[in-house]
């Protein structure tokens, strides 16, 4: 039997594993870099809307009051003690902050304009994004469930706030698998003052294999770890080292008939197609000056604006889920000029994104979705004198989407006149989760994995589609 | 215990007559039996509640007890006479007459029939709830068979009709044995005197120096530390380095000594509670504070502390029971035979640790530690801790009563200034995360829907009702009675659960294929007979691990060859019954040990802090708070994978990306998966350049000067055999290859990148 069948039957016995249940396939199935993987069937339920995901992850809590929820109301009641039915009963962070005195609310100090055919509001602080008010779905009154960062992040990412569960990246790619070749699934990129808090487990394949694991991309050096040949050895000798290899390991396949070196000599060839495509990948000499200003990237960097080019990059060659972090955005001390600081990276090339994926016909096929992992508060919050923040807050925080299969240009959601709740139905992040799931193709109910004698899901037993924002 | 006094105490105020027994009989249980039983009985919990015993009604379900003696108020009554939101029976009333019966039933003191008053126990036919028996080993002749495991083996195989594979050649087997019971491959010294060895016993002897050798305690260790969720951080947001290191040589110690496994259970999950505890047995209860934990601000500690013991439960129920305990948190387990009151039952044994609950204790975070040092170096750290916590405490002051510019501030600066030098002055001590219980036990409930916040009925300390009781003297029960149950020998599941782990270190899985899960949802086991032989051998033996090794790795089943057998294929495809042995890809560890020992660099230095072996760049870049990665200097930097500092939120990706645990939550299985990123590690990071780079200087040492016999050399170097011709011939092309693409001849240079492709051979990642 030549390699190819070989190949072939390992791949249509992994499919029968997966049909007979738990425990026969868990070896097998982690075979293959999710990557590399035909295209699943597993978790293709429905048609889908989009091939490709990609997450702006606002990692500290972006203060949705200073950017898209406007309060007007907030102003009549600046400073004034927080009426008791908006906090009676609820947890803070930092409850020692807030249990000296009732807390004051605190009014925004930007300017909000309208902008789309919606009136969608802006602040000062997101120009860019105003002006893709027509290509964006913002959502108001989104809820979580933990009021701390790791937890919170993990909640977003896994449906738990517990560390130890697949990320939504995996569940995606371990239900419907890759498009690209020579790329894997799952890709992580980062950008800010500091990693995400949390770290590798907002990307942990958690009980699924470690194939369906994000793997973290540097937009400066290495994209992945470990892909530049080491010093000293040429493409050349890198291919014959590689060829040597599969010769050796095809003797050995020929001598034992275990199918798992066949998938070894795969892997090796898609780590040497990695090799080679990885450095295009991050070459943005390809890019013209045009597009390098639209996003404001520079070559070489590793910020947000890279990334975003990168990410686009990314879902252009095939790559089914993307999400970059993007850090500092916990602004309890002061509300302006840090905000002002991270809004000022984020905005052009959040903005830009959107705009080169839609004139290069990729935005149909694609989801970005921009969120953090909870909102601030309507309070302020004081922790050194002539200074004010915003503390956490999880019952109404702010989100946008753009892309296919969802209604851009619309607002849905509402919150209450100082932004405490919302005011019509709870949008949940398992809705969020849910919703992704559903344009990728998903039935958020059915993609399913049997650990410890239960059926897990990324949704747990929650999860919706948001209402109203489906097109 | 508690109930039998309240029972007593009442019986003082509500004497009961012989009027009243026939009154409950005639009456009351007719009842109950027909309107409550079907949903409240000690098999069908609904509520938590068991309205099946006088114990169980007494003590009540999840809303707190059902009913009281005398008490008119009692919630049964108010839920019979729909006076609330819980009404009862389900979807109907009952007569007012009927209602009347408990009423009286109540106001008489609860007279009951002797048969009624004592709980019952649950009862269930799945098969890892009945006791452990010692069957006999299967009639068989057969010269393939070396222990009583294998007439087992063979019963099974000649029901399929499938003969064994004979056994694997030495040097297969020696590579093997030594792979899994230290982890390490073996020298060629070391295999050349096996192979030369013509006495009968010579495989035995083999084995034996490898039980005896202190690298079999790393080996098993490592195991032991998946399950413990081992790492060197705290893990969440900080993150932040963590003193457990202690624990973990403990172990290794604890394997090296072959200490029981019964004492290796009780001392880490009570060694605190036992009488005048040695340093080292409060050591060991450094395995449950392996729990992640969080020091982020603003969090509130109660929360993650209640995370912390829910995790202990769930990870006690995954090593010690097969259990998906962790189910029954939020409700009654769908499957097993657990209730939600039953799990808060085992989170109370675990829930009186003293560790930090409140905000105002954040400096003690991490706590309780063991102080290991003289006692004048006990005495200065604790002078030098206060000194500390003085000095941040009148900065606070100072910064409180300061106006103006904090970063201007003379004052401010030199008070921190003083505070970074005295930091600086951190007396040396050796400290260790412990297990201690407080001083006041704290309020076991019943956590509403799994949530902390919502608190259910009062419980006790208890074990589950499905499980043979649990016998003390103690009331409540302790953390160390809890363990003692554990390894009592009438627990049907610490044995076949333990002895099934490690028959899937040596086969790649257990009898049980759901190792974690012997409930009803988990597989059956293919061998029950010898899971069950396997176990009682096990306990018979005192628990005797190395023991148990010894009878896997001596039997013919282990040795056999594990070349495919078609023949066998068609009719065992997964090779459950075992008719060869399995080729397992090795553990993340273990690859790296391998070339260690290929490349001639391995350190053999046991224990003591963890190690900084080179991290590819960038690999630590994805952590909120930025650690520094100095790569360990000496032998340091070639120690055992199990060394490598383990940094959870950004683990080292040649740990990780071969499948080493995230340290999250027991690991009771290595997935073993098959990637490129693998590949890319093994062909481009330069640890693995470092060692490629010294096997080819090693091959052009040590062997004669000619390209077939260093091919010969470093072919046996890394897989432990000769290569055959074709791959002797197909090296070679690769060998001259390299040297005409040289402009100057490098021998180093050809023979490192023949190094490359050794250690990147499927074999050498494999035990066959």
């Keep these: ?471 | 215990m508690r109930l039998a006094c309240l029972i007593l105490a009442a019986g003082s105020l509500f004497a009961q007559s012989a009027a009243d027994t026939e009154f409950f009989d005639k009456q009351v249980r007719p009842l109950l039996r027909a309107n409550c039983n079907g949903c409240h009985s000690v098999n069908s919990l609904n509520g938590g509640l068991a309205l099946d015993s006088l114990e169980a009604l007494r003590k009540g379900g999840n809303r707190g007890p059902a009913a009281t003696p005398g008490d008119n108020n009692s919630l049964i009554l108010q839920a019979v006479r729909h006076e609330g939101a819980l009404k009862m029976p389900l979807g109907k009333k009952l007569a007012p007459e009927q209602v009347a019966v408990l009423e009286q039933w109540i106001a008489k003191g609860l007279p009951v029939a002797q048969d009624f008053k004592a709980a019952k126990r649950r009862q269930t036919r799945h098969w890892a709830f009945q006791p452990v028996t010692r069957p006999a080993p299967p009639a068989a002749a057969h010269p393939w068979i070396k222990s009583p495991v294998d007439n087992f083996i063979l019963a099974k195989l000649a029901e399929a009709k499938i003969q064994p594979s004979p056994e694997a050649n030495r040097a297969t087997l020696l590579r093997r044995v030594s792979l899994d019971l230290i982890g390490l491959p073996p020298t060629l010294e070391e295999l050349a005197a096996f192979e030369n060895d013509k006495s009968p016993n010579a495989y035995e002897k083999q084995v034996d120096r490898l039980l005896a050798s202190p690298h079999y305690g790393e080996r098993q260790a490592r195991f032991w530390l998946d399950l413990a969720r081992y790492a060197d951080t705290d893990g969440y947001t900080i993150d932040a380095p963590r003193d457990i290191v202690q624990w973990r040589d403990w172990v290794i110690n604890a394997y090296n000594a072959n200490m029981p496994y019964d004492r290796f259970t009780i001392e880490q999950l009570a060694g605190d509670l036992l009488p005048n505890p040695t340093n080292d047995q409060l050591i060991a209860t450094g395995f449950h504070r392996n729990t992640p934990s969080n020091f982020e601000g603003g969090i509130d500690f109660e929360q993650y502390r209640v995370e912390a013991v829910a995790d202990r439960v769930a990870t006690t129920g995954s090593v010690w029971m097969g259990l998906t305990l962790g189910c029954a948190r939020c409700h009654d387990h769908k499957y097993d035979p657990i209730s939600q009151r039953e799990f808060y039952q085992i989170f109370a044994f675990f829930n009186n640790a003293d560790e930090v609950d409140r905000e105002a204790d954040r400096k003690y975070f991490n706590k309780p530690f063991l102080e290991i040092g003289t006692p004048e170096q006990i005495a200065a750290h604790q002078k030098w801790d206060e000194d500390v916590v003085a000095l941040e405490g009148k900065i606070r002051n100072y910064q409180e009563q300061l106006v103006g510019n904090a970063d201007m501030d003379e004052g401010l600066k030199k008070l921190r200034g003083e505070l970074n030098a005295l930091r600086r002055r951190k007396p040396k001590i050796q400290r260790a995360m412990i297990v201690r219980d407080r001083a006041t036990p704290r309020d076991h409930y019943i956590h509403l829907g799994g949530d902390f916040t919502r608190k259910g009925a009062s419980v006790q300390p208890d074990t589950p009702s499905v499980m043979p009781a649990l016998k003390t003297q103690n009331n409540p029960p302790n953390r160390l009675d809890f363990a003692r149950w554990l390894m009592s020998k009438d627990n049907p599941l610490t044995a076949r659960v333990t002895v099934n782990r490690i028959w899937q270190h040596y086969f790649g899985k257990g009898f049980v294929e759901t190792e974690n899960d012997f409930g009803v949802m988990g597989d059956k086991p293919t061998h029950p007979e010898l899971l069950d032989w396997l176990s009682s051998e096990f306990m018979d033996s005192g628990w005797n691990l190395k023991h148990l090794h010894k009878t896997i790795v001596m039997s013919g089943v282990y040795r056999q060859d594990s070349a495919n057998r078609p023949d066998a294929a068609a009719a065992d495809p997964y090779n459950k019954l075992l008719a060869r042995q399995n080729r397992l890809r090795l553990e993340a560890e273990a690859i790296r040990d391998s070339a260690l020992v290929a490349s001639n660099l391995l350190s053999r230095k046991i224990g003591g802090p963890s190690v900084f072996p080179p991290l590819p760049a960038g690999a630590g870049d994805v952590t909120q708070v930025k650690r520094e990665w100095k790569v360990s200097p000496g032998e340091d930097k070639y120690r055992r994978g199990l060394y490598t500092y383990f940094q959870r939120s950004a683990a080292h990706p040649a740990l990780i990306t071969f499948d080493a645990p995230d340290a999250t939550v027991a690991c009771t299985r290595r997935v073993r998966s098959n990637t490129p990123l693998q590949a890319l590690i093994l062909l481009n990071d330069d640890a693995y350049f470092e060692f490629a780079q010294s096997l080819g200087k090693r091959i052009l040492a040590e062997a004669p000067p000619t390209t077939e016999a260093r091919i010969a050399h470093g072919w046996k170097l890394v897989t432990h055999r000769a290569p055959k011709p074709a791959e002797t011939a197909r090296l070679a092309r690769f060998v001259d290859a390299q040297s005409d693409a040289q402009t100057e001849k490098n021998e180093e240079a050809v023979w490192t990148a023949a190094a490359r492709v050794l250690l990147n051979l499927d074999e050498f990642m494999t035990r066959e």
């Design chain 1, 1 to 471: 039997m030549d390699l190819e069948n070989k190949i072939l039957r390992h791949t249509t016995r992994r499919h029968f594993f997966e049909n007979c249940g738990f425990g026969l396939g868990k070896a097998a199935l982690a075979s293959l870099l999710a990557g590399n993987l035909p295209a699943a069937t597993r978790g293709k339920h429905h048609a889908s809307k989009i091939d490709s995901v990609i997450f702006l992850f606002m990692a500290g809590g972006p203060s949705q009051l200073e950017l898209f929820d406007y309060k007007p109301q907030l102003v009549k009641w600046d400073a004034k003690p927080t009426p008791e039915e908006f906090i009676k009963g609820k947890r803070f962070a930092f409850m020692d902050t807030f249990n000296k005195e009732t807390p004051k609310l605190l009014a925004s100090r930007r300017e909000f304009k309208q902008a789309g055919n919606s009136g969608m509001w802006f602040s000062d602080l997101v120009p860019h994004i105003s002006t893709v008010a027509d290509d964006i779905a913002m959502i108001h009154g989104v809820c979580t469930e933990n009021f701390n960062h790791g937890p919170a992040k993990l909640f977003t990412n896994t449906g738990s706030v517990r560390t130890g569960r697949p990320s939504i990246g995996s569940w995606v790619t371990y239900g419907i698998g890759n498009e690209s070749k020579d790329l894997p699934g799952f890709v992580v990129l980062q950008s800010g003052p500091r990693g995400p808090r949390g770290g590798a487990a907002l990307w942990a394949s958690g009980f699924l294999p470690t194939a369906y694991q994000g793997v973290p991309f540097r937009s400066g050096g290495d994209p992945i770890l470990d892909l530049s040949s080491p010093k000293g050895v040429t493409p050349e000798a890198q291919r014959r080292t590689i060829e040597a290899i599969a010769d050796l390991n095809k003797m050995e396949l020929q001598a034992t008939g275990d199918e798992e070196i066949a998938t070894r000599i795969s892997q090796y060839e898609m780590a040497y197609r990695m090799q080679t495509s990885g450095p295009e990948l991050i070459d943005f000499g390809q890019e013209s000056k045009e597009t390098l200003d639209l996003y404001g990237a520079e070559p070489g960097k590793a910020t947000y604006a890279n990334n975003c080019l990168l990410a686009r990059r990314l879902v252009e060659r095939g790559v089914r889920f993307v999400q970059l972090y993007h850090t500092d955005w916990d602004h309890h001390d002061d509300i302006t000029k840090p905000l002002e600081r991270v809004t000022k990276e984020v905005d052009q090339p959040t903005a830009a994104l959107i705009k080169d994926l839609k004139r290069r016909g990729l935005l149909d096929r694609t989801l970005v979705i921009w969120s953090g992992e909870f909102g601030r508060t309507p309070m302020g919050e004081v922790r050194e004198k002539g200074k004010i923040g915003r503390n956490h807050h999880i019952d109404a925080f702010s989100l946008f989407m753009a892309g296919g299969g969802i209604k851009n240009g619309h607002v849905v959601g509402t919150t209450d006149e100082f932004g405490f709740s919302p005011t019509e139905e709870k949008i949940e992040v398992f809705d969020v989760q849910a919703t992704i799931l559903h344009l990728l193709g998903i039935d958020h109910k059915q993609l399913t994995y049997r650990f410890q004698g239960r059926d897990f899901r990324l949704t747990d037993v929650s999860g919706r589609l948001i209402p109203g924002l489906l097109s």
